[in-house]
């Protein structure tokens, strides 16, 4: 278990709460909302234990309590934090899952929590997943007379899906109900997909605390970090109680607070059109972000927008500031065009180190400044955190493949070597998802005699938009390496070795860490090589595998 430093307690951030039907604290980043909860819990340890001899706390799973978890097992080595007088009741587990599983809920309440503290086993509940289905409805029953008989939960942390959901209640739950079978939402198996290597393996069932349940709690703090919850987050805020998001219940209870990060907030009104509710200081960021956001409610492009608009849209006080929209348009205009840096102003015959987290960060989030560094003639190095080959599942990867497959004739590639990429995959047999069932084309004959080549003719420059020309790895995909499919037909090869970020913030982790401890070249297919479409005679840039812990032969890619 890594070691958690300690964090100083940071000033959440305020801002007019007019339209919030739910309280919110909002803090700048995960580590410091971890931080904040660790402390209430720990608060309310202290409180009900010292109180009435015991303390009942209500959990969930999933990416985002991680962060707490770890805060808690630091401070019970601290001293700080006693867990024997401690009784817990987890929201939900997936059905069916036997709990010792590698994907259940129990496991991960053991990896991440359990195992670390001293909490009496007998202390901890997990609803069972291996419950025969006959005993379901008598084995719910069960729970909430336990819950009930520890004297109900005193602290209730939630997550919360993408589908509004908390616990398992998907949309349709009604606030009456109770703890009992479910069936999953598309949304929330997606969600789960690349735990389980595939949405067609996410089981479709699970057994989930009800909404009644949950806010019989004394304490509810509903969790929710990364801009992938901003919709939702500010649905279940500021939207209307409804059955489709179970968590708008949350607003009619009255010791609820949804604990936030910044990005899980940008859509809260508050954070994201501040003006609409207060007066601000319109420092020039702000008066920035005011006119894009205007520019895209009024459907017109930033210098076309007239003092109608301002007017329109809550931003008479801004506009006020220089009396015409002109001059607020122009310098705005003016600094966002001068975040374009054109070749002149960037380093020429020079060495560059580029860090994409993720293989594709770099292209997709920079590669524009990429190709102007390349045609400045720079010495260009990509350093990956992670292969990324976990995050493309086979059946991307045929999808693909069949698309080149049909286009090759427009695309100016050989059909006849695209017609192999399949076959490339089944010769691993499904490498990705060892456990997953495999379908008809998976069982396609297997390639003899490695992978094959695609064969592009010269005739035409291809250039996939995601992995342009100038982007290249060194040394091309080895056996059983790391390497992305070819979207629109042109494969740029990637001997990139993969390091698994260990606290995934993927939505609907599962398990933490799980990814990491599979050695990413036991997961991927190996893809055809590609071509590289780099001009003779250019300085090629590189890819730098930037494995925690790689071996030399890892580092043959660099
Ligand atoms: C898990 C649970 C779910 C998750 C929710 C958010 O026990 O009850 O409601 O809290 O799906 O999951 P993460 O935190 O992975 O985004």
Same mark, same amino acid.
């Given at each position: 278990m890594k070691q958690v430093p300690e964090r100083l307690a940071v000033a959440p951030i305020e801002g007019s709460r007019l339209r919030e039907r739910l309280r919110t604290v909002v803090v700048p980043d995960h580590d410091d909302l971890a931080a904040l909860l660790a402390d209430r819990i720990v608060e309310v340890i202290h409180h009900e234990t010292a109180t009435k001899g015991r303390c009942v706390l209500g959990l969930a799973t999933g990416s985002t309590p991680l962060g707490i978890y770890q805060e808690l097992i630091r401070r019970h080595r601290a001293g700080e934090v006693d867990f024997s007088h401690v009784v817990t009741f987890n929201l939900d587990e997936y059905y069916p899952m036997p709990p010792a599983s590698p994907h259940s809920y129990r496991r991960y309440m053991q990896e991440n929590l359990f195992d670390h503290v001293n909490l009496p086993a007998a202390q901890a509940h997990v609803p069972d997943g291996g419950t025969p289905r006959e005993q379901i409805a008598q084995a719910c029953a069960a729970y909430e007379r336990a819950i009930a008989d520890a004297g109900g939960i005193d602290f209730q942390l939630l997550g919360i899906g993408q589908s509004g959901h908390i616990g398992f209640n998907e949309p349709g739950s009604t606030r009456e109900s109770r703890t009992r079978l479910v069936t999953l939402d598309t949304i929330t198996r997606r969600a789960a997909a690349a735990?389980?290597?595939?949405?067609? %393996?996410?089981?479709?069932?699970? $057994?989930?605390?009800?909404?009644?349940? $949950? #806010?019989?709690?004394?304490?509810?703090?509903?969790?929710?970090?990364?801009?992938?919850?901003?919709?939702?987050?500010?649905?279940?805020?500021?939207?209307?109680?409804?059955?489709?998001?179970?968590?708008?219940?949350?607003?009619?209870?009255? %010791?609820?607070?949804?604990?936030?990060?910044?990005?899980?907030?940008?859509?809260?009104?508050? $954070?994201?059109?501040?003006?609409? #509710?207060?007066?601000?200081?319109?420092?020039?960021?702000?008066?920035?972000?005011?006119?894009?956001? #205007?520019?895209?409610?009024?459907?017109?492009? $930033?210098?076309?927008?007239?003092?109608?608009?301002?007017?329109?849209?809550h931003l008479s006080p801004l506009l006020a500031r220089s009396g015409a929209p002109g001059p607020i348009n122009g310098e705005v205009f003016n600094r966002l065009r001068d975040k374009i840096r054109g070749r002149a102003r960037l380093p020429t015959r020079n060495r560059i180190l580029v860090f994409s987290p993720h293989p594709d960060d770099d292209v997709i989030s920079m590669g524009g400044i990429l190709r102007k560094l390349w045609e400045n003639e720079n010495a260009i190095t990509v350093a990956y955190m992670t292969s990324g080959n976990i995050a493309v599942f086979d059946h991307d990867v045929r999808r693909h493949l069949e698309f080149t497959e049909r286009a090759a004739t427009t695309l100016g590639v050989d059909p006849a070597a695209v017609r192999r990429g399949p076959a490339v995959l089944s010769h691993r047999g499904g490498a990705q998802a060892p456990h997953r069932r495999r379908g008809r084309r998976d069982r396609r004959p297997a390639a003899r005699g490695g992978p094959p080549r695609l064969r592009l003719r010269r005739r035409r420059p291809l250039r996939s938009p995601r992995h342009p020309p100038h982007v290249q790895a060194g040394g091309g995909p080895r056996p059983g390496r790391a390497a992305r499919p070819p979207p629109g037909g042109v494969a740029v090869p990637r001997g990139v070795a993969g390091m698994v970020d260990h606290r995934s913030r993927r939505a609907g982790a599962a398990v933490a860490g799980r990814a990491a401890r599979q050695d990413p070249r036991d997961l991927q297919a190996p893809v055809p090589e590609g071509h590289r479409a780099v001009p003779r005679g250019a300085r090629r840039p590189r890819v730098l595998a930037a494995r925690r812990g790689a071996q030399p032969r890892d580092r043959r890619a660099c």
């Open positions: 735990d389980f290597f595939g949405e067609d %393996n996410v089981p479709r069932e699970a $057994i989930t605390m009800g909404v009644a349940t $949950i #806010l019989e709690a004394r304490e509810i703090a509903l969790i929710a970090t990364g801009e992938h919850k901003a919709a939702i987050v500010r649905r279940a805020v500021e939207g209307e109680p409804s059955h489709d998001v179970a968590a708008t219940f949350l607003q009619g209870h009255p %010791n609820a607070t949804g604990y936030l990060d910044l990005a899980a907030a940008a859509e809260l009104t508050r $954070i994201k059109t501040p003006w609409v #509710l207060e007066s601000v200081t319109w420092t020039p960021a702000l008066t920035e972000r005011a006119l894009v956001w #205007l520019s895209e409610q009024a459907g017109k492009a $930033i210098l076309k927008l007239t003092a109608q608009d301002y007017a329109e849209h």
